[in-house]
């Protein structure tokens, strides 16, 4: 069935690198993508999406990459700071006439040193 | 309000007890969704209303779930006779739009069956 998945369940990075989360999908008329910060205690707060007909978007100090030819998106933040530590996931934001559900990956924990 | 509010935080729960989570949209939001997160996992839909409409419960885990938006604003997930497996973390999201898109979550109701 389809899923979206992430590679690393785990990243730690030191403060001021940059970090890059990777998320795998396994539907090919997936169409619209978005990134979720999830911090202990809350709940998934968006990031940054993008549609099928891009390649890359961009944000402040965060980039999503989609890759439609091997099915594989990822999430790069610069600069990582303290406060960029969470729980990083991608979802499917599956259209209208699907029900407009989100399929979420497990997501990658981000651990930033200081 | 400002947010999604969810109501209890945190929900300790005996096994077999029947158990009720409240949601408040953002005031005016029309769609409304259900999400439960398991442990150290992604959300997983449960399901979604459009005012009062519950237009799909596909989700729902067992006939034990049950879910109300009776006058098209706050919603109940309500739980019969829990079971250990029900622990998870709900997780309720509203948009403005019709078409399943623009999600602002709240910071979920955590039950954990004992």
């Known amino acids: 069935g389809e899923s979206v998945g992430l590679h690393l369940p785990t990243l730690s990075v030191q403060e001021g690198d940059n970090s890059i989360i990777n998320c795998a999908y396994s539907n090919s008329a997936s169409d619209y993508f978005i990134w979720y910060k999830q911090e202990s205690g809350k709940g998934p707060q968006f990031i940054i999406d993008?549609?099928?007909?891009?390649d890359k978007r961009q944000g402040q100090r965060v980039t999503v990459l989609l890759n439609k030819t091997v099915k594989h998106l990822s999430l790069q933040i610069a600069a990582t700071q303290p406060g960029d530590s969470a729980v990083y996931f991608c979802a499917e934001n599956l259209p209208p006439n699907q029900g407009g559900k989100l399929i979420f990956g497990q997501g990658t924990e981000l651990s930033v040193k200081p | 309000g400002a947010g999604v509010s969810q109501s209890p935080r945190y929900k300790v729960a005996k096994r077999g007890q029947d158990v009720a989570l409240r949601c408040d949209p953002i005031s005016g939001h029309v769609s409304l969704f259900w999400y439960q997160q398991a442990l150290g996992q992604g959300p997983e839909f449960l399901t979604y209303f459009q005012n009062e409409a519950q237009l799909d419960k596909s989700g729902l885990p067992s006939d034990r779930f049950f879910a109300e938006r009776p006058e098209g604003s706050v919603s109940t997930l309500k739980i019969q006779r829990t079971q250990q497996e029900d622990s998870a973390v709900y997780l309720c999201?509203?948009?403005?739009?019709?078409?399943?898109?623009?999600?602002?979550f709240g910071s979920g109701t955590r039950l954990t069956v004992v």
């Open positions: 993008i549609r099928s007909n891009m």
């Open positions: 999201a509203s948009s403005h739009r019709r078409d399943g898109y623009g999600y602002t």
